[in-house]
């Protein structure tokens, strides 16, 4: 048996559902000084996800904010696609969640 649930990319800590992750990630990882998906220094992390087009670093910035400030609702429903294949994981239920 499985079912499916969602991984935080920095630590891999698993949630059932989208908005644990987001939790966990701004709880935990959101001031971070470097960026953990090309590990440049940054100042602020959110700028600097804000600015990267990749699918890495937007899939950051939808934990980070939401994609805050991002008006093209096009580019918003496709990186919210990106951010759920990427993260997806299926969980076996003998194993359960890992909080
Ligand atoms: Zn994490
Ligand atoms: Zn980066």
């Not at 698993?14 to 701004?26: A, E, K, L, Q």
């Amino acid at each position: 048996m499985s079912t499916l649930g969602y991984k935080c990319p920095i630590c891999g800590k698993v949630f059932d559902n989208m908005p644990g992750v987001r939790r966990h990630f701004i709880r935990n990882h959101s001031n971070l000084d470097h960026c953990p998906v090309c590990n440049k220094e940054v100042n602020s992390l959110a700028k600097h996800l804000m600015r990267m087009k990749d699918d890495e670093h937007a899939v950051l910035w939808y934990l980070y904010n939401n994609l805050r400030g991002l008006r093209d609702k096009e580019l918003k429903s496709k990186i919210r696609r990106i951010v759920k294949e990427k993260l997806k994981v299926k969980i076996s239920v003998v194993e359960g969640l890992n909080y």
